[in-house]
């Protein structure tokens, strides 16, 4: 996809202009208080910039703004073919950005270069095109009425619309919300995480580019305490989306309760099972999923597969073939094309990765492999893949979401057990299966309580397939028209002839 080699990242690197304003009808603002804070690379440890640090006074701007341009109808009701040609332009433009796109990922938040353009960029464009494209295909309904009367069930936009979303996928988080919520025609405000404020900043001037009006889609960088819960505790805010940690997601279902009981969605935290069964069709294919599954975006990953779940029978046979598997996933510096693990989003995380393999030891799982920081001169954060085996489920590294590349492997003997473990989480995002036995395969994809389900492969998935969680891994969906239930009403119209 790209011949720029490692120096060529640096070089533009270095020659980066950073934009950390908030962009807010159509503007670059700085915030309101004039606070910023530093943006520190975790690939290097450089300091990329500066970023506004917004408030409720902010939120308080955006939002009148948002509310005004909603009203204006000057996109809540452009003409459906119009606003789905603009929609594929700004996709269009997300591509034509991909390589100062992937670049502003990868330095903000440490993914591996390669996988921001061919992941990150690739998946957050195909977002937002998917969801133009469908803005002109989709009807509303009459409901089934006498010959006298007509019954209109019609979806309208819910109006101001604040997206709060997570680090470790920031364009593509961000894209999901922004897709089906433009497409409907709401205004946003979409608040990035502090640790990765610089693409969604970057995608919101590319969308003005692409024709999206002023004030249809707002960015206001800062925390989460500040930004963050003004937004959510804001009267004029019509619905909530949030993807980030169970945490936080129950403390805005709390916000919203105590405001204008905004709708809520979320996408919260995951500890995945992968399960592999002693039929599984191919063990090698399955030991490399399982590698996959741990070491992908740094174990950063809302679906990581950090339960490995085999079957007693074959675990001598299999374990070395993960470990084998995972020492293939080449850290290294994020910048350097060849590299599949990056760095960590940041020293404060690090520290907590680090604190759960200090956990795993003092439960007394068996490290199998990595276990320390590595690439230490870099000057940026970086962590070694690490298996515990021989782990239980009642372990700390079992049941809370490490969000790091520490995977922990249980053993089991029986279909039920396996089950059992899985669904033993509060936790219910994903899991995985890998087994010869059709009937297995549907038994056990039926029993288990989550909102992915993977047969002999890990992480499959597209836009045309809803994406979410059940239990505390959220509420709603993601991706397909499912995603579109969040950001309309319904109306009926019932009109007497
Ligand atoms: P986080 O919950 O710490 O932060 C997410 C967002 O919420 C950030 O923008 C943050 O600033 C904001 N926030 C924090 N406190 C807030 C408050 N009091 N009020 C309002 N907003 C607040 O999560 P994170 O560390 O950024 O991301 C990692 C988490 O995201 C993991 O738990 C991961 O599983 C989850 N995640 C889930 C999915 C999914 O689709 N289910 C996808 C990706 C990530
Ligand atoms: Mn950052």
Redesign the pocket.
Known sequence: MTTLTRADWEQRAKNLQIEGRALIHGEHRDAVSGQTFECVSPVDGRILGLIASCDAADADVAVRDARATFESGVWSRMKPVERKKIMIRFADLLDAHAEELALLETLDMGKPIAFSLSVDVAGASRAIRWSGEAIDKIYDEVAATPHDELGLVTREPVGVVAA??????PMI?TA?KLGPALATGNSVIV??????PLTAIRMAELALEAGIPAGVLNVLP????T??????LHMDVDTLV????????K??MI?AGESNMKRVW?????KSANIVFEDAPCLKEAAEAAAMAICFNQG?????GSRLLVQRSIKDQFMPMVVEALKGWKVGHALDPETQVGAL?DQG?LNTVLSYIEAGHADQAKMLCGGKRTLEETGGVYVEPTIFDDAHNKMRIAQE?I?GPVLTVIPFDTTEEAIAIANDSIFG?AAAIWTSNLSKAHLAAKALRVGSMWVNQYDGGDMTAP???YKQ??NGR?KSLHAFDKYTEIKATWIKL
């Open positions: 709060i979303v997570p680090w470790n996928f988080m999901w608040k990035p995480s502090e640790k990765s800062g925390f989460g305490h930004v963050g819960k003004a937004l959510a949030f993807t980030g940690s169970t945490k936080i997601a403390q805005l916000y979320l996408e919260a935290g995951g950063e990953m809302c679906t990581a989003v995380h979401e969000f995002l994406f979410g969680g891994s959220g993601d």
